[in-house]
């Protein structure tokens, strides 16, 4: 039988974090060394402990689990993280793979079923919910050359952004991640979201280049 993965938690919602934790102890491959439920006691937790998989929620009351994979990619490599969190959107999913996370899971359903998923990480996978699996390979599958992507659209003049869709679509402009604009304005990562999924409603855009590509054509931002 093999020896079971070194699991710790960090999630500052309380009884999601017990349930999760609950599951982890009661699965077979799993044991469970330690729970954090914020992201200064989740660095010291991931340091003091060393586990071999550590579950990371993105929005910590504290600041971003982001900070906390980019740490374990740096300082424990024989760590792996995976993500576990009700954000899905493709930026956020793209950043935390980048930083450094192995999986990305997405809080639906019981906590047993999460676990299941995780089960995968002991045959080398990568746990992915299906429905950011469908996304990304959405993403990463060429389009033919027969079905070029459908033209921007142009927008009337009238099209009117809030002040602060504006000055978050600027940030993203400058190249600021998500996680970046919320700390900076004091946000939650949820809420920048929020605004640029408007933002590209109100632009009639598909994606972050169309959307830049609208609102400087119409003098919105610089």
């Known amino acids: 039988m093999s020896t079971p993965l070194r699991t710790a938690l960090v999630e500052d919602e309380a009884a999601f974090r017990a349930a999760l934790a609950s599951a982890v102890m009661q699965a ?16 010291q937790l991931m340091r003091r402990v060393e586990p071999q998989l550590l579950l990371v929620d993105l929005q910590l009351p504290s600041g971003s689990g982001l900070h906390l994979i ?12 995976v993500v ?5 959107d493709e930026d956020t999913v793209l950043a935390a793979l980048a930083a450094g996370a192995v999986g990305y899971l997405l809080k639906q359903g019981q906590a047993y079923r999460l676990v299941e998923q995780l089960q995968s990480l002991r045959e080398g996978g990568a746990p992915l919910s299906p429905v950011l699996a469908r996304q990304l390979l959405r993403r990463l599958t060429p389009v033919p050359p027969s079905a070029p992507p459908a033209p921007l659209q142009p927008v009337g003049a ?10 978050i679509l600027e940030a993203v402009a400058r190249g600021y991640r998500y996680e970046e604009i919320a700390g900076q304005l004091a946000v939650s990562l949820n809420t920048v979201s929020t ?13 972050k280049t169309q959307a830049l590509a609208q609102a400087r054509r119409l003098g919105l931002i610089s």
């Open 28 to 43: 077979d491959g799993f044991e469970l060394v330690g729970t954090a439920a914020d992201l200064p006691d989740g660095l």
């Open 70 to 81: 980019e740490a374990a990619a740096a300082e424990l490599p024989g760590t792996e993280v």
């Open 84 to 88: 576990v969190t009700t954000l899905g």
């Open 158 to 167: 009238d099209v009117s952004l809030t002040a602060r869709e504006i000055q």
């Open 195 to 207: 605004h640029v999924k408007r933002c590209y409603r109100k632009l009639q855009a598909h994606s």
